[in-house]
T-cell receptor, first 114, second 112 residues
Framework: GENVEQHPSTLSVQEGDSAVIKCTYS??????FPWYKQELGKRPQLIID?????GEKKDQRIAVTLNKTAKHFSLHITETQPEDSAVYFC?????????????FGKGTHLIIQP | NAGVTQTPKFQVLKTGQSMTLQCAQD?????MYWYRQDPGMGLRLIYY???????DKGEVPNGYNVSRLNKREFSLRLESAAPSQTSVYFC???????????FGPGTRLTVL
């Protein structure tokens, strides 16, 4: 199966600054990379995703970049706000592709300092 | 639309007891999944069902069984609960590969 590593485990930034979370994956056949946000006691919610035929995708203050050669992808949040405080998870297909679930990173606790 | 629903929300079991966690989705999704979430471990795939009538093991299937009852429902059964199965269990669904998964609200299970 796929192996996903996520860094850092905790990230503290000042409100208004940018935050970057990085993930690496092991299976070169993986073709889909979602990011989830989870607030305390709530379910994970999809915030952005990227497919392997695209290098970058942006949605307002959130962007994701993918480097297939290096097998890593990153989440970028600009102009951070207090409501961005949460745990963020990256993921990749459990076995490289197909309808077979996701392998998740261990999460990054993002703290926005006022 | 309710999306993905799960019952119960909370459950406490004694070691050796059995129970079934229920999951249903009303989005006409083909694929459904069960994950468990433990502190510091992220989410780990237990079982999945790519379509009605099929189920497959994920990363951590030992101690669990599943049933894809119909296109809407996917249940997870613990035959003989162990303390190591204390966790938060999430059900998810999606329409096809390379599409986002939608998660249910979770079931918080404690095994004493």
């Amino acid at each position: 199966g796929e192996n996903v590593e996520q860094h850092p485990s905790t990230l503290s930034v000042q409100e208004g600054d940018s935050a970057v979370i990085k993930c690496t994956y092991s299976d070169s056949a993986s073709n889909y990379f979602p990011w989830y946000k989870q607030e305390l006691g709530k379910r994970p919610q999809l915030i952005i995703d990227i497919r392997s035929n695209v290098g970058e995708k942006k949605d307002q203050r959130i962007a994701v970049t993918l480097n297939k050669t290096a097998k890593h992808f990153s989440l970028h949040i600009t102009e951070t706000q207090p409501e961005d405080s949460a745990v963020y998870f990256c993921a990749a297909p459990y076995s490289g592709g197909g309808a077979d679930g996701l392998t998740f990173g261990k999460g990054t606790h993002l703290i926005i300092q006022p | 639309n309710a999306g993905v629903t799960q019952t119960p929300k909370f459950q406490v079991l004694k070691t050796g007891q059995s129970m079934t966690l229920q999951c249903a989705q009303d989005m006409n999704h083909n694929s459904m999944y069960w994950y468990r979430q433990d502190p510091g471990m992220g989410l780990r795939l237990i079982y999945y069902s790519a379509s009605e009538g099929t189920t497959d093991k994920g990363e951590v299937p030992n101690g669990y069984n599943v049933s894809r009852l119909n296109k809407r429902e996917f249940s997870l059964r613990l035959e003989s609960a162990a303390p190591s199965q204390t966790s938060v269990y999430f059900c998810a669904s999606r329409t096809r590969a390379a599409q986002g998964q939608f998660f249910g609200p979770g079931t918080r299970l404690t095994v004493l």
